[in-house]
């Protein structure tokens, strides 16, 4: 089965400061998802990448899915106090429902 | 255009009580699905639709049913409540498999006590 595994666990980054995380899959991807949740809410899509080597931005989030499509990356660019939560990664398996990884809680401290 | 639906949001069960947690979506969308979030496990699916009449079992599915009777509506009941099933549960939906949206709805909050 489709296994995601999301590092780090979780990140505690100074306000205005650069992350990254990433996402890994021991299967080649068809798509990958990206998700925020904000604790204690619902979850939020970001970007959906599905080409290797593919790059998508949104603001101050950039994701990128490798060539060999086994491996994204979500990079936040000056972090801020709203990109506080957690992330989560979904693969798509073609024909069932997204996997996630465990996700990844970012904090970030003035 | 409401999207995903999900009720109750917050909700305390006694063990071995039943219920079912509502989904619903106005998007006509064929593919709905149900999730369960616990700390430190992301997202574990339980059941799932392909379409109404079609549903299939998931990752942890033990303990939970769902049926399709109509596109629009995808209930999950818990037929006797354990405190193991304590946990947010999401649903989603898309419009088919492969490269779409995929909407969540916001949450139910399950205390089993």
């Known amino acids: 089965s489709q296994e995601l595994e999301q590092s780090p666990q979780s990140l505690i980054v100074q306000e205005g400061k650069n992350l990254t995380i990433n996402c890994t899959s021991s299967?080649?991807?068809?798509?990958l998802y990206w998700y925020k949740q904000k604790y204690g809410e619902g979850l939020i899509f970001l970007m959906m990448?599905?080409?290797?080597?593919e790059e998508k931005s949104h603001e101050k989030i950039t994701a990128k899915l490798d060539e060999k499509k086994q491996q994204s990356s979500l990079h936040i660019t000056a972090s801020q106090p709203s990109h506080a939560g957690i992330y989560l990664c979904?693969?798509?398996?073609?024909?069932?429902?997204?996997?996630f990884g465990k996700g990844t809680r970012l904090s970030v401290i003035a | 255009n409401a999207g995903v639906t999900q009720t109750p949001k917050f909700q305390v069960l006694k063990t071995g009580q039943s219920m079912t947690l509502q989904c619903a979506q106005d998007?006509?969308?064929?593919?709905m699905s149900w999730y369960r979030q616990d700390p430190g496990m992301g997202l574990r699916l339980i059941h799932y639709?392909?379409?109404?009449?079609?549903?299939d079992q998931g990752e942890v599915p033990n303990g939970y049913n769902v049926s399709r009777s109509t596109t629009e509506d995808f209930p999950l009941r818990l037929l006797s409540a354990a405190p193991s099933q304590t946990s947010v549960y999401f649903c989603?939906?898309?419009?088919?498999?492969?490269?779409?949206?995929?909407?969540f709805g916001e949450g139910s909050w399950l205390t089993v006590v």
């Open positions: 979904g693969a798509d398996k073609g024909n069932t429902p997204l996997v």
């Open positions: 639709s392909v379409g109404a009449g079609i549903t």
């Open positions: 998007m006509n969308h064929e593919y």
């Open positions: 299967k080649t991807l068809y798509g």
């Open positions: 990448l599905q080409k290797g080597g």
């Open positions: 989603a939906s898309s419009y088919s498999s492969g490269l779409n949206t995929i909407y």
